[in-house]
């Protein structure tokens, strides 16, 4: 069979015409990205305190939506690069220079929770963390000026973003209600995208017990008197109460039980009875009238930093102090 020249030139570029269109199909929207993973952000607001407006604002900007070449090969949303420590996959991009290291992750949740992680154990980052949640202003220009990114505009263009899409009400009580609700009136969707994804919706939207929904004194909840300190949730712990057993009532891990009550992570002690345990992360002052707290005997930043629920290295940075700081009976602690 024989075909003409033009005939095949034809069938070439209905082929491209095609495959240009289903690429267009395949492409992610910003929309769609958004609903995708707001609830992820909004969960780790909650447990880390960066406002879910601002990792939804770099997962777009860092990953193009979800569509750019790093974050389809290795599930990569925020551009993190390799450095010492990191143990695990990894790809090679051209970035600032050709051929620079990125962490390569098996799934979108496993590089927002890196993320996550990242900007909290690292001390470059620290000053970040004394901003309100709904500050996202003070945490994009913070960003930039840890180093977060090279570009002169990163903290004006992640602003952008979120006033572009009303991403700052993903910051408040009900975020992601508020969100669908403007999102559908606004734009006329009518789809829920998150019912289409093969995210899984994290587990503080899955049965782990909501603090918002025990704003009172007391509540049971399986077995345990459920408090509300300085607005995070807390319990007292029991006679041989495990951390173990807490995490997995709560529906947290350990590790993260562990690291929302500041304990070394080496340690394997298991918490006294009457001991306080918050099962979310502290806040970074006090909430309440007092500004200062007298210290008493045997007290130690850990313990304040307990009796109130305010994370540690928020003390350390109000006071001027160090992380081994001693204190002395009689000392005066802010509390905001």
Same mark, same amino acid.
């Given at each position: 069979?024989?075909?003409?020249?033009?005939?095949?030139?034809?069938?070439?570029?209905?082929?491209?015409?095609?495959?240009?269109?289903?690429?267009?199909?395949?492409?992610?929207?910003?929309?769609?990205?958004?609903?995708?993973?707001?609830?992820?952000?909004?969960?780790?607001?909650?447990?880390?305190?960066?406002?879910?407006?601002?990792?939804?604002?770099?997962?777009?900007?860092?990953?193009?939506?979800?569509?750019?070449?790093?974050?389809?090969?290795?599930?990569?949303?925020?551009?993190?690069?390799?450095?010492?420590?990191?143990?695990?996959?990894?790809?090679?991009?051209?970035?600032?220079?050709?051929?620079?290291?990125?962490?390569?992750?098996?799934?979108?949740?496993?590089?927002?929770?890196?993320?996550?992680?990242?900007?909290?154990?690292?001390?470059?980052?620290?000053?970040?963390?004394?901003?309100?949640?709904?500050?996202?202003?003070?945490?994009?220009?913070?960003?930039?000026?840890?180093?977060?990114?090279?570009?002169?505009?990163?903290?004006?263009?992640?602003?952008?973003?979120?006033?572009?899409?009303?991403?700052?009400?993903?910051?408040?009580?009900?975020?992601?209600?508020?969100?669908?609700?403007?999102?559908?009136?606004?734009?006329?969707?009518?789809?829920?995208?998150?019912?289409?994804?093969?995210?899984?919706?994290?587990?503080?939207?899955?049965?782990?017990?909501?603090?918002?929904?025990?704003?009172?004194?007391?509540?049971?909840?399986?077995?345990?008197?459920?408090?509300?300190?300085?607005?995070?949730?807390?319990?007292?712990?029991?006679?041989?109460?495990?951390?173990?057993?807490?995490?997995?009532?709560?529906?947290?891990?350990?590790?993260?039980?562990?690291?929302?009550?500041?304990?070394?992570?080496?340690? @394997?002690?298991?918490?006294?009875?009457?001991?306080?345990?918050?099962?979310?992360?502290?806040?970074?002052?006090?909430?309440?009238?007092?500004?200062?707290?007298?210290?008493?005997?045997?007290?130690?930043?850990?313990?304040?930093?307990?009796?109130?629920?305010?994370?540690?290295?928020?003390?350390?940075?109000?006071?001027?102090?160090?992380?081994?700081? @001693?204190? @002395?009976?009689?000392?005066?602690?802010?509390?905001?």
């Amino acid at each position: 069979m024989k075909f003409s020249k033009y005939s095949i030139i034809a069938t070439i570029f209905s082929l491209l015409m095609l495959l240009t269109h289903a690429s267009a199909q395949t492409r992610q929207t910003k929309e769609e990205y958004i609903d995708r993973y707001k609830h992820i952000a909004i969960d780790h607001m909650e447990r880390y305190g960066i406002p879910a407006s601002i990792t939804m604002a770099q997962g777009i900007l860092e990953s193009d939506s979800g569509n750019s070449n790093l974050a389809r090969r290795s599930n990569n949303h925020f551009g993190i690069k390799c450095k010492k420590d990191w143990k695990g996959d990894r790809v090679y991009h051209n970035d600032d220079a050709p051929n620079e290291c990125f962490r390569k992750y098996d799934s979108v949740e496993e590089s927002y929770l890196d993320h996550a992680e990242f900007l909290d154990k690292s001390p470059r980052y620290d000053s970040l963390f004394a901003y309100s949640a709904s500050d996202y202003k003070s945490w994009a220009r913070g960003l930039k000026a840890a180093g977060y990114a090279t570009a002169k505009d990163y903290a004006q263009r992640l602003v952008k973003l979120i006033e572009d899409n009303k991403l700052y009400l993903l910051d408040q009580e009900d975020g992601a209600k508020l969100y669908a609700a403007r999102n559908k009136g606004e734009q006329h969707i009518n789809h829920d995208f998150t019912s289409q994804s093969s995210v899984n919706t994290p587990t503080t939207h899955q049965g782990r017990i909501d603090p918002n929904q025990y704003r009172v004194a007391e509540r049971t909840y399986k077995g345990y008197s459920v408090y509300t300190n300085n607005r995070t949730g807390m319990l007292i712990a029991r006679t041989n109460d495990k951390f173990a057993d807490i995490a997995r009532t709560f529906v947290i891990s350990e590790r993260l039980l562990r690291q929302y009550n500041e304990i070394d992570p080496k340690s @394997t002690a298991d918490p006294i009875a009457g001991e306080m345990i918050y099962i979310e992360r502290k806040q970074t002052k006090w909430h309440g009238e007092q500004s200062h707290h007298t210290v008493r005997k045997s007290e130690t930043l850990t313990s304040i930093a307990q009796l109130y629920g305010i994370r540690q290295r928020s003390l350390i940075r109000m006071n001027k102090l160090k992380r081994n700081s @001693t204190l @002395t009976e009689g000392e005066q602690i802010r509390l905001k």
